[in-house]
């Protein structure tokens, strides 16, 4: 039997995520691009290992923002893991309880959400995203996602089959509802945290 869906989230700062290694700056207020903290939410999508976290991070730093690991809250919520939650509840239960998190998001301020790779693929999950913030999809190629996340066992979705193969054919699937939700579109491969910041501020300025 599936335990309740809750739909009360703890709402205080969050701890970030796992951050990546590639290229983080260690003062990243120095390589600073804006003074003005966004008027908007930022919400980043994308598939794993394309960087949610280390930017999300990032960004938190720079502007003091609340930074929301979708992930990390609901494992922490649910008291396991995100695989655990999979293989004791099914997927559809996961997703649900994406969903739940998105809607009691609303009205937040100042913060940036790290949505998990699959948050994208329910439509009521868009609209949820867009009445929280302007959405951000990080891409990287197959070869990339599969060089950050090689080491990592916590991917539900390609278990025991972690391949760039794999990755491009999930990655492949996914493509057209990621590009469908996103107001902009920021390839991350060989580019520091800091310049994938600068470009996502500039063209979030732009809009």
Known sequence: MH??????????????????????????RKRKPMNQKPEKNIVL??????????????????WKMDVIEMDQMISEQQGMSI??????FGEDYFRDLETA???NLHG??????????????????????????????LTATPETIYSRTAGSDDRPNLK???SPEAIAELL??????Y???????IATDGRTVPEICEELMRNLAEQ
């Open 101 to 103: 998190l998105l809607k």
């Open 172 to 177: 492949e699937q996914r493509r057209p509802k």
């Open 45 to 62: 999508i994308g598939f794993m290992g394309c960087g949610k976290s280390s930017v999300a991070a990032a960004l938190g730093r720079n």
């Open 108 to 137: 937040r301020r100042g913060c940036v959400v790290s949505c998990g790779g699959g948050v994208p693929l329910r439509k009521e999950n868009v609209t949820e995203m867009k009445k929280i913030g302007q959405v951000v999809l």
């Open 83 to 88: 695989p655990e939650i999979f293989d004791r």
């Open 160 to 162: 025991n089959r972690k």
């Open 3 to 28: 335990p309740p869906i809750e739909n009360r989230f703890a709402m205080g700062r969050m701890p970030t995520g796992t951050i990546l290694s590639y290229g983080l700056c260690s003062d990243w």
């Open 179 to 185: 590009e469908a939700a996103a107001d902009c579109i």
